[in-house]
């Protein structure tokens, strides 16, 4: 396909995300590009963002002043695993034509989700080079572990979030030269935008949060026969328990878009409004409030990859439930626990106590790298103009980064 741009005009480079932590993260990457001199996002929402069940979060893009090049609903089949087929097969198709219509010069993806997977497919098919941020990870609990590694073989570029992971992609047969260990831009976002003191956030949401509380998501997971009735029921009945001890207050994001979700939100939903005043359920709080009442939060408690990935920046205690996110770097301010419920409350004891509190207080996160967003950028813009750039790529079978 040929590509809109030649010579040393600007790029157009899509911009895909699909849900609002994803958007959180692209952010800051968003906002540079909107400044660069050699770059033209064309931002694409998708997904949970257009669907009033899951916050109708292309709010928040709007609201930040990002223009967008498109909206593709692509949420229009069922829950299960057909209509998850049926989804990834719409969003190729709309994808697909979208970039054929359109011909950007690449195409930046962040993660690991079936949307962002197909999205990818369809780049692939169409001629459209890919840009990757956070490949390498491991997530055994959840089917975003190999549609992360398959998004990777298609990617032409290469943004993991730390040295460890940067080495898997290379193991993978990705060139180290199309490889950029950039660091985490969860880790960027922390360090870097303003937080929300407890009065206004407690405003914010209309919940009083100078109580002790827990910030608290849990999401499907979609490896294995994991049964999310069983494990959210759990889930509400170790917090119960330890509530009841405690009298620490329940600040709940819903689930995502996965199969099962749903399920998960009835109970959450159920369960908090049998007990106001002390639990409070949002389908989003947006990224500057979901990170300031995790910087505000007596402990993290889900499965949400933000538990282990972004609270090491906080050193906030964290209770790691599952399997979901087995396999990625776990720092020491992280319990990770099964999902039953007596494991579950054992570790978020633990958490709470005063001892573990200050052990998570002194975590050294592994994702820091600066200034990561604008590395991406920069990177981008030299690596969009480079002769050659979305070329068929060979398998690299050299060693990786301190191999002989």
């Given at each position: 396909?040929?590509?809109k741009n030649s010579g040393t005009t600007k790029?157009?480079?899509?911009?895909?995300?699909?849900?609002?932590?994803?958007?959180?993260?692209?952010?800051?990457?968003?906002?540079?590009?909107?400044?660069?001199?050699?770059?033209?996002?064309?931002?694409?929402?998708?997904?949970?963002?257009?669907?009033?069940?899951?916050?109708?979060?292309?709010?928040?893009?709007?609201?930040?002043?990002?223009?967008?090049?498109?909206?593709?609903?692509?949420?229009?089949?069922?829950?299960?695993?057909?209509?998850?087929?049926?989804?990834?097969?719409?969003?190729?198709?709309?994808?697909?034509?979208?970039?054929?219509?359109?011909?950007?010069?690449?195409?930046?993806?962040?993660?690991?989700?079936?949307?962002?997977?197909?999205?990818?497919?369809?780049?692939?098919?169409?001629?459209?080079?890919?840009?990757?941020?956070?490949?390498?990870?491991?997530?055994?609990?959840a089917a975003d572990d190999y549609y992360r590694?398959?998004?990777?073989?298609?990617?032409?570029?290469?943004?993991?979030?730390?040295?460890?992971?940067?080495?898997?992609?290379?193991?993978?047969?990705?060139?180290?030269?199309?490889?950029?260990?950039?660091?985490?831009?969860?880790?960027?976002?922390?360090?870097?935008?303003?937080?929300?003191?407890?009065?206004?956030?407690?405003?914010?949401?209309?919940?009083?949060?100078?109580?002790?509380?827990?910030?608290?998501?849990?999401?499907?997971?979609?490896?294995?026969?994991?049964?999310?009735?069983?494990?959210?029921?759990?889930?509400?009945?170790?917090?119960?328990?330890?509530?009841?001890?405690?009298?620490?207050?329940?600040?709940?994001?819903?689930a995502n878009a996965d199969t099962g979700g749903?399920?998960?939100?009835?109970?959450?939903?159920?369960?908090?409004?049998?007990?106001?005043?002390?639990?409070?359920?949002?389908?989003?709080?947006?990224?500057?409030?979901?990170?300031?009442?995790?910087?505000?939060?007596?402990?993290?408690?889900?499965?949400?990859?933000?538990?282990?990935?972004?609270?090491?920046?906080?050193?906030?205690?964290?209770?790691?439930?599952?399997?979901?996110?087995?396999?990625?770097?776990?720092?020491?301010?992280?319990?990770?626990?099964?999902?039953?419920?007596?494991?579950?409350?054992?570790?978020?004891?633990?958490?709470?106590?005063?001892?573990?509190?200050?052990?998570?207080?002194?975590?050294?996160?592994?994702?820091?790298?600066?200034?990561?967003?604008?590395?991406?950028?920069?990177?981008?813009?030299?690596?969009?103009?480079?002769?050659?750039?979305?070329?068929?790529?060979?398998?690299?079978?050299?060693?990786?980064?301190?191999?002989?």
């Amino acid at each position: 396909m040929q590509q809109k741009n030649s010579g040393t005009t600007k790029k157009h480079l899509a911009v895909i995300t699909g849900t609002r932590a994803e958007y959180g993260l692209l952010r800051p990457v968003i906002q540079k590009l909107l400044k660069s001199d050699k770059i033209i996002p064309e931002v694409i929402a998708t997904g949970a963002h257009l669907s009033p069940e899951y916050g109708h979060t292309v709010d928040e893009i709007r609201a930040d002043g990002i223009p967008l090049a498109a909206e593709l609903d692509i949420l229009k089949f069922e829950h299960g695993p057909l209509a998850l087929a049926d989804t990834v097969a719409y969003t190729i198709q709309q994808f697909a034509r979208w970039f054929t219509e359109n011909r950007p010069d690449a195409v930046l993806v962040l993660g690991d989700r079936y949307e962002i997977f197909a999205a990818a497919q369809a780049a692939a098919i169409t001629g459209v080079p890919i840009a990757h941020i956070s490949g390498g990870d491991v997530t055994r609990g959840a089917a975003d572990d190999y549609y992360r590694h398959c998004i990777t073989k298609m990617a032409a570029l290469h943004f993991p979030s730390c040295a460890a992971y940067a080495r898997r992609v290379v193991r993978m047969g990705e060139n180290p030269a199309d490889v950029y260990n950039v660091g985490g831009l969860g880790d960027e976002n922390i360090r870097t935008m303003p937080k929300m003191a407890l009065e206004e956030l407690s405003e914010s949401i209309g919940f009083d949060l100078h109580a002790p509380y827990a910030l608290v998501t849990y999401h499907p997971e979609t490896a294995g026969e994991a049964d999310p009735a069983a494990q959210s029921d759990a889930l509400l009945g170790a917090m119960d328990a330890v509530g009841h001890k405690t009298r620490l207050h329940w600040l709940i994001t819903k689930a995502n878009a996965d199969t099962g979700g749903e399920i998960i939100n009835r109970r959450l939903d159920a369960w908090a409004a049998a007990r106001p005043g002390q639990a409070v359920v949002f389908a989003s709080l947006g990224v500057k409030r979901y990170l300031s009442a995790m910087q505000h939060a007596a402990a993290v408690v889900g499965n949400s990859s933000s538990g282990v990935v972004e609270t090491p920046t906080f050193g906030v205690p964290t209770v790691n439930i599952g399997s979901r996110q087995a396999g990625r770097i776990v720092c020491q301010n992280v319990l990770c626990c099964a999902a039953r419920q007596k494991e579950i409350e054992a570790a978020l004891q633990t958490a709470l106590t005063p001892e573990f509190t200050a052990r998570a207080h002194q975590t050294v996160s592994p994702y820091y790298g600066g200034d990561t967003s604008g590395r991406i950028v920069a990177i981008l813009e030299e690596r969009l103009f480079a002769p050659g750039f979305g070329a068929p790529k060979g398998f690299y079978d050299g060693p990786t980064d301190g191999e002989a």
